[in-house]
């Protein structure tokens, strides 16, 4: 580790007065792999109308995790903090095309008595051991239509993003492939990875 070696009580080693690492010198952290990123974003849809925007920051593992879509992770790349993205994404760079066949009609009969339209419900299949969720898009005459596509799968998007932190990850970060702390994965439903 040479950066260690430079560290002599907090100055710069004098046997390496040709350094770039000046006393004056502020280190400015870029995201690359391996780095926890926080960030504001916003969310349009083709017609510039704003579909989500985030409460709090929302934090990720930067690096290929699958943690954010991939034309995100990609325009953030390089970036430091204060730096904006504007990402314009077709359906299938975004939450993908709408996929007919996880719209089905199911008997009235299989759901809670009190369900209405707009509900989501998660079922969890035996055979292939997945959680799948759905929403309730239609009720008439004992049949119930359930729509299992992600609700912005078939839109074009563009995702607007504010850098606001990056930090180095942690070994146990990187292990588990997501960003831990406040804001990140907080293990809340207790599984072990
Ligand atoms: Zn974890």
Do not use: W
């Not at 504001?40 to 579909?51: E, G």
């Not at 730096?83 to 993908?96: C, H, L, Q, R």
């Amino acid at each position: 580790m040479e950066s260690a070696l430079l560290c002599y009580n907090g100055r710069i080693h004098k046997d390496r007065p040709d350094s770039i690492v000046t006393p004056n010198s502020q280190f400015i952290m870029k995201i690359t792999k391996d780095t926890v990123i926080s960030l504001n974003y916003s969310m349009f849809d083709k017609d510039n109308q704003l579909i989500d925007r985030n409460v709090e920051p929302i934090v990720y593992l930067h690096g290929g995790y699958d943690n954010i879509l991939p034309p995100v992770e990609r325009a953030l790349e390089g970036r430091g903090v204060g730096d904006t993205i504007d990402v314009s994404m077709t359906p299938a760079e975004a939450f993908g095309e709408i996929d007919e066949s996880l719209i089905r009609e199911e008997d009235v009969g299989l759901f809670p008595p009190d369900i209405e339209i707009g509900m989501m419900f998660e079922t969890h299949n035996q055979e292939t051991n997945e959680e799948m969720q759905f929403c309730i898009t239609g009720i008439d005459a004992g049949k119930v239509t359930v729509d299992g596509n992600h609700p912005l799968a078939g839109k074009s998007l563009r995702f607007e993003a504010t850098v606001l932190e990056i930090r180095a990850a942690s070994d146990e970060e990187i292990q588990h492939g997501h960003a831990h702390g406040a804001h990140g994965h907080g293990h809340e439903h207790g599984h072990e990875h």
